[in-house]
T-cell receptor, first 118, second 113 residues
Framework: GAVVSQHPSRVICKSGTSVKIECRSLDFQATTMFWYRQFPKQSLMLMAT?????????EQGVEKDKFLINHASLTLSTLTVTSAHPEDSSFYICSARKVAVLNYNEQFFGPGTRLTVL | QKEVEQNSGPLSVPEGAIASLNCTYSDRGSQSFFWYRQYSGKSPELIMF????GDKEDGRFTAQLNKASQYVSLLIRDSQPSDSATYLC?????????????FGSGTRLLVRP
């Protein structure tokens, strides 16, 4: 199997607070995980690539000090939205790369976290 | 030019028909191609992947890849209303070893009962 979980599934917070989102690969090890953001009726936007044991690689325009990523183990990556503001309200989705026998790199997505900042 | 292009749709087909979804990509170095289905408010779900030229079949789904023409398509046979969703085409990024996928903006499919 290839199951990825995310927690929490939904969070509402006040402006200025920080929110941590966890992404776990439940039945496989993931040396690489990815964090996406999706606004309503728009496509997925890759925010960063999370590599186990090393610093994350952020896409252009994504503030690394605002979106802190930690990939502490082969099954867990976390995204912390610091000092959240209403414009950060979005659907945050993680994915984990599963390395198959022939090294074909499928990505499996978590169920997503809907963040609402008041 | 976008790296991965899809017609946004909606593509409307009657129940039982074949739905044909198309995707073109710009980088000839791309090696792996994926189709994801995303229901409204949910995260993407992997349907199929293809690496070699030609067809790959899995149940009602057939992925087709033509590297010379730089397009990949997804055929859905015997379309059902439950197939109504947005279908995302994704291509691996050949630029570096980050294993990133580049997503198209998706095609919305509507299967009419």
């Amino acid at each position: 199997g290839a199951v990825v979980s995310q927690h929490p599934s939904r969070v509402i917070c006040k402006s200025g607070t920080s929110v941590k989102i966890e992404c776990r690969s439940l039945d496989f090890q993931a040396t690489t995980m990815f964090w996406y953001r999706q606004f309503p009726k728009q496509s997925l936007m890759l925010m960063a690539t999370s590599n186990e044991g090393s610093k994350a690689t952020y896409e252009q325009g994504v503030e690394k000090d605002k979106f802190l990523i930690n990939h502490a183990s082969l099954t867990l990556s976390t995204l912390t939205v610091t000092s959240a503001h209403p414009e950060d309200s979005s659907f945050y989705i993680c994915s984990a790369r599963k390395v198959a026998v022939l090294n074909y790199n499928e990505q499996f997505f978590g169920p997503g976290t809907r963040l609402t900042v008041l | 030019q976008k790296e991965v292009e899809q017609n946004s749709g909606p593509l409307s087909v009657p129940e039982g028909a074949i739905a044909s979804l198309n995707c073109t990509y710009s980088d000839r170095g791309s090696q792996s191609f994926f189709w994801y289905r995303q229901y409204s408010g949910k995260s993407p779900e992997l349907i199929m992947f293809i690496y070699s030229n030609g067809d790959k079949e899995d149940g009602r789904f057939t992925a087709q890849l033509n590297k010379a023409s730089q397009y990949v398509s997804l055929l859905i046979r015997d379309s059902q209303p439950s197939d109504s969703a947005t279908y995302l085409c994704a291509v691996n990024s050949p630029v570096d070893s980050s294993y990133k996928l580049i997503f198209g903006s998706g095609t919305r499919l509507l299967v009419r009962p």
